[in-house]
């Protein structure tokens, strides 16, 4: 398989990848902090809360840097791929209409916001390298059986009527 073509705004999608992934990490880190500060306050007699909070927040931690890696993967990928796009703009509007639109937080709107109108810039980018790769492919079938019909008439293999009939067939097809 050939070079991959760079999609026109990857790279824009790609670095806001990575803010998102910033962000992701600072919210993991204030997980952790919290979860100490918490435990800090916790009485030793409230052994069991103590234990479930420490669950919960680890499993959130962890939710939390799967989505950084997967957000980074994605970024890394929609630079190149039509389908990573689709599942950046999946996300995106899934956060955009439950978490962000709810709490009004303007900066993560905007991130979120600005991937989603990215992603949605490199999917029709995609489609229109795919339009013009097909485009391409059609036009050279249609030399390359010219060139065919060419050489057969002219080993007289082929009668001019057929020539003629055969290269309009062609060309209808194409178009």
């Known amino acids: 398989m050939g070079k991959q073509r760079k999609l026109k705004y990857g790279t824009i999608v790609f670095v806001l990848s990575i803010i998102n992934v910033v962000l992701l990490a600072v ?19 409230l052994e069991s809360t103590s234990d479930l909070l420490n669950t919960v927040f680890n499993i959130m931690g ?37 978490y962000s639109i709810s709490s009004f937080e303007l900066f993560t709107m905007a ?18 390298l795919e339009s013009s790769t097909y485009k391409d492919k059609s036009g050279n079938d249609l030399e390359s059986k010219l060139n065919r019909l060419n050489a057969l008439f002219d080993k007289g293999l ?17 178009e």
Not at 27 to 44: A, W, Y
């Open 27 to 45: 919210i993991g880190l204030g997980f952790i902090f919290l979860n100490g500060f918490i435990q800090m306050i916790i009485n030793v007699e």
């Open 111 to 128: 991130l979120y916001g600005s991937l989603l109108v990215f992603a949605i810039l490199n999917i029709i980018d995609a489609s229109k």
């Open 62 to 98: 962890l939710v939390i840097a799967l989505m950084a890696v997967f957000v980074l993967f994605a970024g890394f990928k929609a630079q190149y791929s039509k389908g990573w796009n689709i599942a950046i703009v999946v996300i995106c509007g899934f956060i955009l209409l439950t």
């Open 158 to 174: 082929i009668s001019q009527e057929e020539y003629q009939a055969s290269r309009q067939e062609a060309i209808r097809k194409i």
